[in-house]
């Protein structure tokens, strides 16, 4: 057995082999690309005859490298930077840090604790491509997010009146179509009915288009305070561009929104996790992409509970013994389960009930969602590993069900 640290950039990876006991056995810089993974696999050859004799750390769990190392046959760890920097730590005092020394350490914690780092999954083709595209999507939508709060933030200052036409909802087709043509407080009063209706209906809108067009005119003409007119100008030109931004954002995110739902549809998973209440298309697809498709990634659901972010973790010491929330979890995961247990207590009898239950003993709103996440994921493991659809009766089985 061997162990590989493979520290990483964008030209070049910095490689250190160690025996069973830790003394160096190689050291080499390869190149990104075939090259470079040419001459990997004949530093590797020297000392390994099979690849199952192969251990690698890498601070990655994606890309074309990773997906060569695994195709490789090798066994790939990805390590948390943040435990790379705390094991660095218990070695050296020095602070000192350098390519070669970090793939040293990477080929040393895999050799001593490998056991408490994740392998990367063999996920099949179609879950990798659910996962780029969800991906892309939620982060498309985050981007969008950012711009619609530059845009809310310029409106407050200099244009009230259009918070008060379209609310927070500003990436609505309404908001979009009328702000495009009417960017500042002074267009915006000089807008007739029918102008604003004709810019609903280039918007998309079909119904109550002149009742519509009327509400927002009467917002649009309502007293407020006027910023200078140089002033107004900037922001109305800022005010234009960002409108642009979100719309061809929104049209962007419907397009791959589209693709993402024809993945997940393909996906042999996808019937299950379907049949999961609150869980749709959209959020199937997510949770899909970043548990991924493995069958063996999980042995139990603690282990997928875990990885999730959800189960809380306990601090003891003496008398005292609390139990918090996990901070360091993957982001995307987390918000798409909180949204899926938050989904499914309108159409779940015992989530609701279990959810009642946690707000009952006095846990927030935010806290009784998560244990319903954590709960919702172990009853996600047991249809995958079961290959069954969602059962309500076996999923809930007591009416009074105790909380934990």
Not at 66 to 80: E, F, I, K, P, S
Not at 161 to 176: N, R
Request: proline share 3%.
């Amino acid at each position: 057995m061997i162990f590989v640290g493979i520290d990483w950039s964008e030209t070049h990876h910095d490689v250190c082999v160690l025996d069973v006991e830790g003394a160096v056995l190689a050291k080499a810089r390869i190149p990104e690309g075939v090259e470079g993974l040419a001459k990997l696999h004949e530093v590797l050859s020297v000392h390994a005859e099979e690849a199952a004799e192969v251990v690698v750390g890498i601070e990655l769990d994606r890309g074309l490298l990773v997906g060569a190392l695994v195709a490789a046959g090798y066994a790939v760890h990805a390590l948390n930077p943040l435990s790379v920097d705390r094991y660095r730590d218990r070695h050296r005092t020095s602070g000192a840090k350098s390519d070669p020394g970090d793939a040293r350490v990477l080929a040393d914690l895999v050799r001593t604790d490998r056991h408490l780092h994740r392998e990367v999954a063999g996920d099949t083709e179609l879950a990798e491509a659910v996962k780029v595209l969800a991906r892309a999507n939620q982060s498309l939508i985050w981007s969008r997010q950012r711009q619609l709060n530059q845009l809310r933030n310029a409106l407050r200052e200099f244009y009230p009146a259009a918070l008060q036409a379209f609310g927070t909802d500003l990436a609505s087709a309404d908001a979009v179509a009328v702000l495009s043509v009417a960017p500042t407080p002074a267009k915006g009063r000089s807008l007739s009915t029918s102008r604003i209706a004709a810019a609903l209906r280039r918007g998309g809108r079909r119904r109550r288009g002149t009742e519509r067009a009327q509400e927002i005119q009467a917002a649009l003409r309502s007293p407020q305070l006027e910023a200078p007119e140089l002033v107004a100008r900037a922001y109305g030109d800022v005010v234009g561009s960002t409108v642009r931004v979100v719309a061809e954002m929104t049209a962007q995110i419907e397009v791959l929104t589209r693709e993402l739902e024809a993945s997940f549809e393909g996906h042999p998973d996808a019937e299950i996790l379907s049949s999961l209440p609150g869980l749709g298309v959209l959020l199937g697809a997510r949770v899909l992409a970043e548990f991924g498709d493995d069958p063996d990634r999980y042995a139990d659901p603690k282990a997928r509970k875990n990885y999730a972010g959800t189960s809380p973790i306990t601090k003891a010491s003496g008398r005292s013994r609390v139990a918090l929330a996990r901070f360091a979890r993957n982001r995307r995961l987390a918000d798409a389960l909180e949204m899926w247990a938050f989904c499914s207590l309108s159409s779940s009898s015992g989530a609701r009930r279990y959810y009642d239950a946690h707000r009952a003993k006095g846990h927030t709103h935010r806290r009784a969602l998560r244990s319903l996440a954590n709960r919702w994921v172990g009853i996600l493991h047991g249809c995958l590993r079961h290959r069954e659809r969602y059962s309500e009766e076996r999923a809930w089985p007591v009416l009074t069900e105790a909380v934990a």
